[in-house]
């Protein structure tokens, strides 16, 4: 019976730490993005395999001149640029800055594409 | 039971006139969606091309040039291909330049006139042959172009080209435009303005050689034979820059 309280006494110091601990990890980044919500895929399933995507869409285009399909790179940025600065980048609370800041993943994509929303036609009047 | 299997042999031998039926009047319906006109079909009028569909070598497009009509002190070609594709206008000898403006002088008659020179997407190019990680590439409509995402920037098919249409990207580039990328340590040069062809637009240069009253440049399909190019390059004499290499060239020259 003891042995059963101490046990138990064991357990529950544990799952106490941990949930500590669990709190004073780092919050995940806080992301301006221009529209939220589910876009082209699920979120969760988009933060893992995007960059797969995009190479895949990227080669489409490239080489076979197929458009419009719906993982494009300017897509990303059309819908989830800030919407105070219109860029996906600029600080880290933009949408592809921020994430790959936390993650500590470098990001290639605008050094060529521009990382600003194309300005629409009423904007430009 | 002899009725049953009568029944099942009934219906076995009307299934396919059936179908055959259902196939035809679909068909039928689906033909007449797509024909406007005999032998013009919807899609023709996007250059034959859905935005999801893959560019196919059913089509070549290429441009005539009628150096008659080019007007030696008008840029307006060079200025549409930079504000289009977003290219700063080149002050530095290094800085990139898609078209330029040739002057050409005959020394017997003293005659001067001027033609635009670009990429003039072989039919063989020699960038391609020479490139060592196949970023420079031909697509199969006949636009030559550089992947940038496989370019190492070795610079080999700038020395390949005989042209001199190719540019390096020497700077850190910013504000680039979204349909045409762009970055330091990579090659490029003219894409026939692929992201408006791809739209069923023509090129920059072309637009503006006619909204200046010029005409010089006429774009096309050169694989169509009712295309306005095919009918003009069958009825005048037009040649292509430095034809001896047999490179098939997809710009050609008229009055040269």
Same mark, same amino acid.
């Given at each position: 019976?003891?042995?059963?309280?101490?046990?138990?006494?064991?357990?529950?110091?544990?799952?106490?730490?941990?949930?500590?601990?669990?709190?004073?990890?780092?919050?995940?980044?806080?992301?301006?993005?221009?529209?939220?919500?589910?876009?082209?895929?699920?979120?969760?399933?988009? /933060?893992?395999?995007?960059?797969?995507?995009?190479?895949?869409?990227?080669?489409?285009?490239?080489?076979?001149?197929?458009?419009?399909?719906?993982?494009?790179?300017?897509?990303?940025?059309?819908?989830?640029?800030?919407?105070?600065?219109?860029?996906?980048?600029?600080?880290?609370?933009?949408?592809?800055?921020?994430?790959?800041?936390?993650?500590?993943?470098?990001? $290639?994509?605008?050094?060529?594409?521009?990382?600003?929303?194309?300005?629409?036609?009423?904007?430009? !009047? | 039971?002899?009725?049953?299997?009568? #029944?099942?042999?009934?219906?076995?031998?009307?299934?396919?006139?059936? #179908? /055959?039926?259902?196939?035809?009047?679909?068909?039928?319906?689906?033909?007449?969606?797509?024909?406007?006109?005999?032998?013009?079909?919807?899609?023709?009028?996007?250059?034959?091309?859905?935005?999801? $569909?893959?560019?196919?070598?059913?089509?070549?497009?290429?441009?005539?040039?009628?150096?008659?009509?080019?007007?030696?002190?008008?840029?307006?070609?060079?200025?549409?291909?930079?504000?289009?594709?977003?290219?700063?206008?080149?002050?530095?000898?290094?800085?990139?330049?898609?078209? /330029?403006? @040739?002057?050409?002088?005959?020394?017997?008659?003293?005659?001067?006139?001027?033609?635009?020179?670009?990429?003039?997407?072989?039919?063989?190019?020699?960038?391609?042959?020479?490139?060592?990680?196949?970023?420079?590439?031909?697509? =199969?409509?006949?636009?030559?172009?550089?992947?940038?995402?496989?370019?190492?920037?070795? /610079?080999?098919?700038?020395?390949?080209?005989?042209?001199?249409?190719?540019?390096?990207?020497?700077?850190?580039?910013? #504000?680039?435009?979204?349909?045409?990328?762009?970055?330091?340590?990579?090659?490029?040069?003219?894409?026939?303005? @692929?992201?408006?062809?791809?739209?069923?637009?023509?090129?920059?240069?072309?637009?503006?050689?006619?909204?200046?009253?010029?005409?010089?440049?006429?774009?096309?399909?050169?694989? #169509?034979?009712?295309? =306005?190019?095919? !009918?003009?390059?069958?009825?005048?004499?037009?040649?292509?820059?430095?034809? $001896?290499?047999?490179?098939?060239?997809? @710009?050609?020259?008229?009055?040269?």
């Amino acid at each position: 019976m003891k042995m059963g309280i101490r046990l138990t006494a064991v357990i529950l110091s544990l799952l106490v730490s941990t949930a500590l601990f669990a709190a004073d990890k780092p919050q995940s980044p806080r992301l301006d993005i221009g529209k939220g919500g589910q876009c082209v895929e699920d979120p969760k399933l988009m /933060r893992k395999i995007h960059m797969d995507r995009l190479k895949h869409q990227r080669d489409e285009t490239m080489h076979k001149g197929i458009r419009g399909q719906k993982h494009s790179l300017a897509d990303c940025v059309e819908c989830h640029a800030s919407t105070k600065t219109n860029s996906v980048l600029g600080s880290n609370e933009a949408f592809c800055q921020g994430c790959h800041t936390y993650a500590a993943v470098k990001l $290639d994509c605008f050094e060529c594409h521009t990382s600003k929303r194309k300005v629409t036609a009423e904007a430009r !009047k | 039971m002899s009725d049953i299997q009568h #029944d099942t042999k009934t219906s076995i031998k009307m299934q396919p006139n059936l #179908d /055959r039926r259902d196939f035809l009047s679909k068909s039928s319906i689906g033909l007449a969606g797509l024909t406007i006109a005999p032998g013009l079909m919807l899609f023709d009028m996007a250059h034959g091309k859905a935005p999801g $569909d893959e560019v196919s070598n059913k089509v070549r497009w290429g441009m005539l040039i009628d150096n008659n009509q080019c007007e030696s002190g008008c840029n307006d070609c060079v200025t549409a291909c930079n504000t289009e594709n977003g290219l700063a206008t080149p002050t530095k000898p290094t800085d990139a330049q898609w078209i /330029r403006k @040739v002057q050409l002088k005959d020394n017997l008659t003293h005659k001067v006139s001027s033609l635009p020179m670009m990429c003039q997407h072989c039919e063989h190019p020699p960038c391609v042959d020479v490139c060592p990680t196949q970023a420079s590439f031909k697509r =199969a409509d006949g636009i030559v172009l550089v992947d940038k995402h496989i370019c190492i920037g070795c /610079r080999y098919c700038v020395m390949a080209c005989p042209y001199q249409a190719r540019s390096f990207v020497h700077e850190v580039l910013t #504000d680039q435009k979204t349909e045409v990328p762009r970055g330091k340590g990579t090659v490029e040069s003219c894409t026939l303005c @692929v992201h408006r062809i791809d739209k069923g637009e023509t090129t920059a240069c072309a637009e503006a050689c006619s909204k200046a009253g010029h005409n010089a440049i006429l774009f096309g399909d050169l694989n #169509d034979p009712e295309s =306005a190019i095919s !009918k003009r390059i069958r009825s005048v004499t037009s040649t292509q820059i430095r034809s $001896d290499l047999g490179l098939n060239t997809g @710009v050609r020259y008229e009055g040269i």
